[in-house]
């Protein structure tokens, strides 16, 4: 599955077949935010953000529907938050070892309900995209991640066969992986502009000297925006969207002078390993610039002192996707407007 991910879904090629539907969910947004501004109200980021990026991010996945009449797009986003939530409840109750089991029967219904409704709204949607594929024909064009796959899944001579439920379950971790997470570093990008009005301003100066004020910025224009790729790659430097994840140690190994043994998980801290004074220079400080400079002393160690995204084999395959929605959200809320928070502290400690 991650070798079909990488190649064949979440690539470079694909994103590109994509750019139409991020393109539409930000404009949407534009709007939204346009209209929020013209009747002086306060718009709250944390859903807007949320919903073009798991807009954006649904539609590519599994089709154009999910903003229409019957919103799929939603009833994803409500089912991924109640997973995340379940999942939260029992994390807590294990750590409390013998509770665990209390949890458990706590939350049976939930723990039953959750997959079942996943399953069937999947089963919906493949088929409707199964049906489409039929009238359709060999030639029809694919619109979105599922037809891809869907071609793998029906190809008795692919490479790599899968079978449904696997097919269900991999959209899943699209969707669980990819969704607010994406949203998440947005969020974290526009807090750190807002808060570092410097910063804010060196980059709407970019960007109107590279782009102008005519225009979009277009996806195509990100290699010529250095400091907005720096301060992308700051913010999630200081906020890493997925700070914990784990490995389990297939064999007894030593790891910095501990014996490991085999079987045991291994948390990795990305939060703490990008936030290590003896790696970084002021580590807590948004500073953009430090990845504009070309010395790197980790490179130079072989360190992988940079993880927002993990790494080695089991690194996140959605990189391409989310910084394609990240690109074309941010590019535009920094270019069309002046934010400031309103009731909160300013940057300086002022009224927002
Ligand atoms: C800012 C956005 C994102 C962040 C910070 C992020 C971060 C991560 C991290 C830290 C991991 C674990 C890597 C490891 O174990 O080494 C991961 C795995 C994964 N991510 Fe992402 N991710 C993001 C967006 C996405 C998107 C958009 C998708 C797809 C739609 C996605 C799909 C996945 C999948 C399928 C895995 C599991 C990979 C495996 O087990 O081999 N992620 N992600």
Same mark, same amino acid.
Request: charged share 30%; proline share 5%.
């Given at each position: 599955?991650?070798?079909?991910?990488?190649?064949?879904?979440?690539?470079?090629?694909?994103?590109?077949?994509?750019?139409?539907?991020?393109?539409?969910?930000?404009?949407?947004?534009?709007?939204?935010?346009?209209?929020?501004?013209?009747?002086?109200?306060?718009?709250?980021?944390?859903?807007?953000?949320?919903?073009?990026?798991?807009?954006?991010?649904? $539609?590519?996945?599994?089709?154009?529907?999910?903003?229409?009449?019957?919103?799929?797009?939603?009833?994803?986003?409500?089912?991924?938050?109640?997973?995340?939530?379940?999942?939260?409840?029992?994390?807590?109750?294990?750590?409390?070892?013998?509770?665990?089991?209390?949890?458990?029967?706590?939350? $049976?219904?939930?723990?039953?309900?959750?997959?079942?409704?996943?399953?069937?709204?999947?089963?919906?949607?493949?088929?409707?995209?199964?049906?489409?594929?039929?009238?359709?024909?060999?030639?029809?064009?694919?619109?979105?991640?599922?037809?891809?796959? #869907?071609?793998?899944?029906?190809?008795?001579?692919?490479?790599? $066969?899968?079978?449904?439920?696997?097919?269900?379950?991999?959209?899943?971790?699209?969707?669980?992986?990819?969704?607010?997470?994406?949203?998440?570093? &947005?969020?974290?990008? #526009?807090?750190?502009?807002?808060?570092?009005?410097?910063?804010?301003?060196?980059?709407?100066?970019?960007?109107?000297?590279?782009?102008?004020?005519?225009?979009?910025? +277009?996806?195509? +224009?990100?290699?010529?925006?250095?400091?907005?790729?720096?301060?992308?790659?700051?913010?999630?430097?200081?906020?890493?969207?997925?700070?914990?994840?784990?490995?389990?140690?297939?064999?007894?190994?030593?790891?910095?002078?501990?014996?490991?043994?085999?079987?045991?998980?291994?948390?990795?801290?990305?939060?703490? &390993?990008?936030?290590?004074?003896?790696?970084?220079?002021?580590?807590?400080?948004? &500073?953009?610039?430090?990845?504009?400079?070309?010395? +790197?002393?980790?490179?130079?160690?072989?360190?992988?002192?940079?993880?927002?995204?993990?790494?080695? $084999?089991?690194?996140?395959?959605? &990189?391409?996707?989310?910084?394609?929605?990240?690109?074309?959200?941010?590019?535009?809320?920094?270019?069309?407007?002046?934010?400031?928070?309103?009731?909160?502290?300013?940057?300086?400690?002022?009224?927002?």
């Amino acid at each position: 599955m991650k070798k079909i991910c990488t190649t064949e879904l979440l690539g470079t090629r694909q994103m590109k077949k994509l750019k139409n539907v991020r393109r539409e969910e930000v404009v949407r947004f534009l709007s939204k935010m346009l209209e929020i501004g013209q009747k002086n109200e306060v718009a709250d980021l944390s859903v807007e953000v949320l919903t073009v990026a798991n807009n954006g991010t649904c $539609r590519m996945i599994m089709s154009a529907r999910c903003s229409g009449e019957d919103n799929q797009a939603e009833k994803c986003r409500a089912l991924v938050s109640e997973s995340f939530d379940l999942a939260a409840k029992l994390a807590l109750f294990n750590v409390f070892g013998p509770l665990k089991r209390i949890g458990i029967w706590y939350l $049976r219904k939930k723990i039953d309900d959750v997959p079942k409704r996943y399953d069937e709204l999947f089963e919906k949607v493949l088929v409707e995209h199964e049906e489409k594929a039929k009238r359709e024909g060999p030639t029809m064009e694919k619109k979105d991640l599922m037809d891809i796959l #869907l071609e793998v899944y029906h190809d008795e001579n692919a490479e790599i $066969r899968i079978t449904r439920k696997q097919m269900k379950n991999f959209f899943l971790d699209l969707f669980i992986g990819g969704t607010s997470t994406t949203a998440d570093a &947005i969020l974290w990008i #526009l807090a750190e502009l807002v808060n570092n009005p410097a910063a804010y301003k060196k980059l709407r100066e970019e960007i109107d000297s590279v782009v102008g004020t005519e225009r979009l910025v +277009d996806e195509a +224009d990100i290699p010529n925006l250095p400091y907005f790729q720096a301060c992308v790659k700051e913010a999630m430097r200081l906020n890493p969207p997925a700070p914990l994840f784990d490995r389990k140690c297939r064999e007894n190994c030593k790891l910095a002078g501990y014996d490991i043994p085999k079987g045991t998980t291994m948390i990795m801290n990305t939060y703490a &390993i990008m936030r290590d004074p003896e790696i970084w220079d002021s580590p807590n400080d948004f &500073i953009p610039e430090r990845f504009l400079t070309e010395q +790197d002393s980790a490179k130079e160690q072989n360190l992988q002192v940079y993880v927002p995204f993990g790494g080695g $084999r089991r690194m996140c395959p959605g &990189i391409n996707m989310t910084s394609s929605v990240i690109n074309c959200s941010v590019t535009a809320m920094v270019q069309c407007f002046d934010w400031k928070v309103v009731g909160g502290d300013g940057p300086d400690g002022s009224e927002g």
